[in-house]
T-cell receptor, first 110, second 115 residues
């Protein structure tokens, strides 16, 4: 079993819909990251969380440390949001490396 | 402030050749991380370096792969005697310092194809 599991693997939505992507992890962590990878392949960091909730524009990320779960929400989705969204955790214990989920491929149709 | 730079963006090598991938971190960043993304798979950690030191190479294959981050110049990921299974996207990230709350900034990646 992977240390970081994302669901769903693939998600298709209509423009304007509210999107939720989930991430569960099985290890103690010091931080969780949400990343976006566009079809061209570049990776952009969206959020870094260690507790609570963060908002940036139409994107909201939440984390529940006790339940080892995080969600990424996109409000009023748009075709330009189409990308792969990746959850990554930094395990506790001083490690600097990130452990990644396999990603959720989001397609938003006009 | 330029972001993390990687070059080349695309690299084609024949089996048995050497591949050199370069990563210039963001200005002021002294911590570099290399990750590999195999086709249809998630990203995997390879190695973490600070200037002139390898801190964690637990994700690096024991043979043919090496990494360095010299005092001057970019970080280099070197793959000797490449095989088809090395075909992947290699991403570099940098951060200003270590610690859980320090964000890593990713480069655009180098896509290596081994013929």
């Amino acid at each position: 079993k992977n240390e970081v599991e994302q669901s769903p693997q693939n998600l298709t939505a209509q423009e304007g819909e509210f999107i939720t992507i989930n991430c569960s992890y099985s290890v103690g962590i010091s931080a969780l990251h949400w990343l976006q990878q566009h079809p061209g392949g570049g990776i952009v960091s969206l959020f870094m969380l260690s507790s609570g909730k963060k908002k940036h524009g139409r994107l909201i990320a939440t984390i529940n440390i006790q339940e080892k779960h995080s969600s990424l929400h996109i409000t009023a989705s748009h075709p330009r949001d189409s990308a792969v969204y990746i959850c990554a955790v930094r395990p506790q214990g001083g490690s600097e490396k990130l452990v990644f989920g396999k990603g959720t491929k989001l397609t938003v149709n006009p | 402030n330029a972001g993390v730079m990687q070059n080349p963006r695309h690299l084609v090598r024949r089996r048995g050749q050497e591949a050199r991938l370069r990563c210039s971190p963001m200005k002021g960043h002294s911590h570099v991380y290399w990750y590999r993304q195999l086709p249809e798979e998630g990203l995997k950690f390879m190695v973490y370096l600070q200037k002139e030191n390898i801190i964690d190479e637990s994700g690096m294959p024991k043979e043919r792969f090496s990494a360095e981050f010299p005092k001057e110049g970019p970080s280099i990921l070197r793959i000797q005697q490449v095989v088809r299974g090395d075909s992947a996207a290699y991403f570099c990230a940098s951060s200003p310092q270590k610690g859980a709350l320090n964000e890593q900034f990713f480069g655009p990646g180098t896509r290596l194809t081994v013929l």
